[in-house]
């Protein structure tokens, strides 16, 4: 099989995974949002608007990852499915999650264990938090590098960086 057939069958896999870890990300932030919110017992500043700015990172992903799914499926020729727009979308969702995980691991001084318990309100869900945030940004980046390898060859073989991303 060629490339591009490998690009048909795992681009609606990387995105319906991305898409399905950023659902459990936004469940969890939009859940501890609430109760930092209602509560006002978070440990820190940063970790509370950390946690929103993990909370927007899910809504962007899923919102625009679901677009991006849609467009793979109903306009395969679109500007939308073109190697330089999926550049541009990775790229800056792939910025969102690589900050958005370093920071609420920053603010949770790099760990959670049982220890912990005392002194973060809930510790088990900001673990979970962390957990899914690397998981996500791992798999943007994955679709990331995957795009700028298809980008390259694709730019070889005379398509350019506007070219479809299936060609």
Same mark, same amino acid.
């Given at each position: 099989?060629?490339?591009?057939?490998?690009?048909?069958?795992?681009?609606?896999?990387?995105?319906?995974?991305?898409?399905?870890?950023?659902?459990?990300? @936004?469940?969890?932030?939009?859940?501890?949002?609430?109760?930092?919110?209602?509560?006002?017992?978070?440990?820190?500043?940063?970790?509370?608007?950390?946690?929103?700015?993990?909370?927007?990172?899910?809504?962007?992903?899923?919102?625009?990852?679901?677009?991006?799914?849609?467009?793979?499926?109903?306009?395969?020729?679109?500007?939308?499915?073109?190697?330089?727009?999926?550049?541009?979308?990775?790229?800056?969702?792939?910025?969102?999650?690589?900050?958005?995980?370093?920071?609420?691991?920053?603010?949770?001084?790099?760990? @959670?264990?049982?220890?912990?318990?005392?002194?973060?309100?809930?510790?088990?869900?900001?673990?979970?938090?962390?957990?899914?945030?690397?998981?996500?940004?791992?798999?943007?980046?994955?679709?990331?590098?995957?795009?700028?390898?298809?980008?390259?060859?694709?730019?070889?073989?005379?398509?350019?960086?506007?070219?479809?991303?299936?060609?």
């Amino acid at each position: 099989m060629d490339f591009g057939t490998y690009m048909r069958m795992g681009h609606p896999i990387v995105f319906s995974l991305i898409i399905f870890c950023s659902i459990i990300e @936004l469940s969890i932030s939009a859940w501890l949002t609430s109760r930092f919110t209602a509560s006002d017992n978070y440990f820190s500043l940063a970790e509370r608007d950390r946690t929103r700015f993990l909370l927007f990172t899910s809504a962007w992903t899923i919102v625009f990852s679901g677009l991006y799914l849609f467009y793979f499926f109903c306009l395969p020729d679109g500007v939308w499915d073109s190697v330089a727009f999926h550049i541009f979308f990775l790229f800056l969702t792939w910025a969102f999650w690589t900050a958005g995980a370093a920071s609420i691991t920053t603010a949770l001084s790099g760990e @959670l264990n049982r220890n912990s318990q005392s002194i973060y309100a809930y510790s088990v869900q900001l673990n979970a938090l962390q957990g899914f945030a690397w998981v996500t940004e791992a798999l943007v980046t994955f679709a990331l590098l995957t795009v700028l390898i298809r980008g390259i060859t694709a730019s070889r073989r005379g398509y350019g960086i506007r070219g479809p991303l299936m060609a």
